[in-house]
């Protein structure tokens, strides 16, 4: 399995994914020239990509969905609640689009199991794509668990917290995308309106460098092997407090991280990991 995060944060995020059978996006919300650009670097053309996940209907994770629609012959993912939120949204341009693409079978809505906060798993031959719920101020968002005959990765960001009942679920995967947003410290010391700290501090905001921490505390295991951490606020977060939070949490629990690689993203493609 390839991974390479090719922007994460509140400016655009879009993530590649290569299992051994398939070729992933996960959003869209940078440019497709940029896309490309990347993609061309992994010697793999746009038109090899033929599935795209969609977290949810926020900018930062949608702006070039139009285009990536338009000129990819590509299924997409995503809840009905994000659909109906593209709807009645403001993208004028991405309605027909995602419209069309739904009515003739390549835009495909998820759906909850029964008595379950898992949805119907998304299998692409050796490929099974695992849906995760997550809490942000968004119709219905989610992030995925992306396995293949070897490895496992868990993509989880924009989201307030990480639900308990999905521990045993992502527990002991190869490669983490967690978000690891703010610090609450910075946050309230920032300029920012009081409207928004509260939003960003809810349980439907964004996750806390300590509650990620403890989040990846519960659920790493000996296959771990890397972490991303992604969606960092440029304005109210640091790389170097993102791991010294991380790593005392994890000393206080007397947790051996010296196997893993700890990666740090940006709105600026990370290199192209393999697991």
């Known amino acids: 399995?390839?991974?390479?995060?090719?922007?994460?944060?509140?400016?655009?995020?879009c993530t590649y994914v290569e299992t051994e059978d398939h070729k992933?996006?996960?959003?869209?919300?940078?440019?497709?020239?940029?896309?490309?650009?990347?993609?061309?670097?992994?010697?793999?053309?746009?038109?090899?990509?033929?599935?795209?996940?969609?977290?949810?209907?926020?900018?930062?994770?949608?702006?070039?969905?139009?285009?990536?629609?338009?000129?990819?012959k590509l299924l997409c993912y995503m809840t009905n609640g994000t659909y109906q939120a593209i709807l009645n949204g403001k993208n004028e341009s991405l309605k027909p689009v995602i419209q069309e693409k739904f009515a003739n079978g390549s835009l495909i809505l998820l759906n909850r199991l029964v008595n379950s906060i898992l949805y119907e798993p998304i299998l692409l031959n050796k490929t099974e794509i695992t849906i995760l719920p997550t809490f942000h101020d968004a119709?219905?968002?989610?992030?995925?668990?992306?396995k293949d005959s070897h490895q496992t990765l868990v993509y989880i960001t924009d989201t307030g917290y990480v639900h308990q009942a999905l521990y045993e679920t992502i527990?002991?995967?190869d490669c983490y995308v967690l978000e690891f947003n703010h610090d609450p410290y910075i946050l309230m010391s920032s300029d920012r309106a009081y409207s928004l700290k509260k939003r960003i501090l809810s349980d439907h905001g964004h996750l806390s460098n300590e509650d990620a921490a403890v989040t990846l505390a519960h659920v790493l295991g000996e296959k771990t092997k890397l972490v991303f951490y992604a969606h960092i606020s440029q304005e109210c977060n640091l790389a170097e407090i993102i791991e010294l939070t991380r790593k005392k949490v994890m000393d206080d629990?007397?947790?051996?991280?010296?196997?893993?690689?700890?990666?740090?993203?940006?709105?600026?493609?990370?290199?192209?990991?393999?697991?």
Do not use: W
């Open 171 to 173: 527990s002991n995967a």
């Open 1 to 13: 399995m390839r991974i390479e995060v090719l922007a994460s944060g509140s400016t655009g995020n």
């Open 139 to 146: 119709l219905e968002s989610v992030g995925f668990k992306i």
């Open 253 to 275: 629990l007397g947790m051996d991280t010296s196997r893993i690689e700890f990666i740090v993203t940006s709105p600026l493609p990370t290199k192209v990991y393999s697991i």
């Open 24 to 72: 992933i996006l996960i959003d869209s919300g940078i440019s497709k020239r940029t896309i490309d650009a990347e993609l061309e670097k992994l010697n793999v053309s746009f038109d090899q990509i033929d599935t795209i996940l969609i977290t949810h209907e926020h900018d930062d994770h949608i702006r070039s969905l139009c285009t990536v629609l338009k000129k990819g």
